[in-house]
């Protein structure tokens, strides 16, 4: 059985420490990489506050695994007993560019469950955090349970690419979805956007692929706050791998799946 009270308060003390760290970083030059492709950046600030989780974790909790974006975790091919999962910066590109727009986001799972979420917007010092059964809150201050919402009244987190003609999914499906809502946004950081699902910003978040430490923290907080995340086939989430993410309000989440995402091979 996890300790989950001091997991938790390790996790809140270690994730405002790797904040104050990357503030100071604002005025230092950036050793900046590319991964995938030219648009997919890392720097060594990336590095570092994954490298700074790690090495608390591993201090504090020696039989805990660890899967993080930068690879300096653990290879994991199951999800039992403690996993956490740590994105050090997520959105990078905002990072570099415009110092903000960016977040730390670490998930606690126990067994596969999600337990603990921590999202930490650093420009800002707004920290989200829940422990299942719980509640949500930033700061110290609750988050209100969410409402239901209905797609002509909803305001849609989706990247342009995705309403564009592209290789991965067929774009005309989306095109209903966008015209049916309100408006759409786009921020760049789906630890961000995940959160203003959370918070009522936004009502729904759509995704094509993400990474397990993209949504796990995440997804922890929407759901103690009864929204739904799933993949855009309605499915539970694959936290072993690259999945599609779907992250609602209750009602608007159902009612999306079946009159716009049925049809489409996800």
């Not at 009864?226 to 499915?235: F, Y």
Request: proline fraction near 2%; aromatic fraction near 10%.
């Amino acid at each position: 059985m996890m300790n989950l009270d001091q997991i938790y308060a390790h996790a809140k003390e270690w994730i405002n420490e790797a904040g104050a760290k990357i503030r100071l970083s604002f005025n230092q030059t950036l050793n900046i990489e590319t991964k995938s492709n030219a648009n997919d950046l890392v720097t060594n600030i990336d590095k570092e506050i994954e490298q700074f989780f790690i090495s608390k974790i591993r201090e504090a909790y020696p039989a805990h695994k660890i899967m993080g974006e930068e690879g300096f975790g653990d290879s994991l091919d199951s999800l039992e007993g403690i996993v956490w999962m740590i994105d050090p910066i997520d959105g990078t590109l905002n990072f570099v560019h415009q110092q903000r727009n960016f977040a730390i986001s670490v998930g606690v799972y126990e067994n596969g469950v999600g337990k603990i979420g921590l999202i930490y917007d650093v420009v800002h010092d707004e920290l989200y955090h829940a422990t299942s059964g719980n509640g949500a809150y930033l700061n110290e201050t609750p988050l209100n349970a969410l409402k239901e919402s209905i797609v002509k009244e909803s305001i849609l987190a989706l990247n342009a690419t995705w309403v564009m003609e592209n290789h991965r999914i067929d774009h005309k499906l989306m095109i209903p979805l966008v015209k049916a809502a309100r408006g759409t946004r786009s921020y760049g950081s789906a630890a961000l956007e995940m959160i203003f699902v959370a918070t009522g910003r936004v009502d729904a978040y759509l995704s094509m692929r993400l990474s397990p430490w993209d949504f796990a923290a995440g997804a922890v907080i929407i759901e103690e706050l009864g929204g739904i995340v799933t993949n855009l086939r309605g499915e539970k989430l694959n936290f072993l791998s690259q999945d599609s993410l779907f992250a609602a309000k209750p009602g608007l989440h159902q009612s999306i799946l079946n009159d716009y995402l049925k049809e489409g091979k996800w």
